[in-house]
Every structure is written in C-alpha cells, then in structure tokens.
C-alpha cells in the first residue's frame, strides 16, 4: 500500500522513534538540520558526503582511521 501526506508543517514527538526501510528511504529538502544532545552514529558500507563549497569538522579529536 501507499500512505500520502500533504501539509504545510507535520511537528512529530515521541520517546523514542524507530523506522525500518528495506530498500531506499530519501530525503529531498533545502536544507537538512540534525541537533543531537549526545552522540551521533552512522554506519555504512560505503559513506559518501559530497559538497560543492565547504566543509567543516570541529573537534577536540577528529580520528580518520
């Protein structure tokens, strides 16, 4: 089946909130924020942020291997 949603703002809150995609799960948005109060993880085989001007990395350590 297909769920549509159309509207100007959706605001979503919960404890926790866990999502399972099997294939794609895309995000298209002018700008994209994530605010994070304590740690932040990804995990990929393969891991690919491209930029067409700048970027940052600010750290106390920044470990790249």
Request: hydrophobic share 40%.
């Given at each position: 089946?297909?769920?549509?949603?159309?509207?100007a703002r959706v605001i979503e809150?919960?404890?926790?909130?866990?999502?399972?995609?099997?294939?794609?799960?895309?995000?298209?948005?002018?700008?994209?924020?994530?605010?994070?109060?304590?740690?932040?993880?990804?995990?990929?085989?393969?891991?690919?942020?491209?930029?067409?001007?700048?970027?940052?990395?600010?750290?106390?350590?920044?470990?790249?291997?």
């Open positions: 089946g297909e769920v549509t949603k159309s509207a809150q919960a404890e926790s909130l866990y999502q399972r995609v099997g294939e794609l799960y895309e995000i298209k948005a002018g700008r994209l924020r994530a605010l994070v109060s304590e740690s932040l993880w990804m995990k990929g085989e393969d891991v690919t942020l491209l930029a067409t001007k700048d970027v940052r990395i600010d750290g106390d350590k920044i470990n790249l291997g």
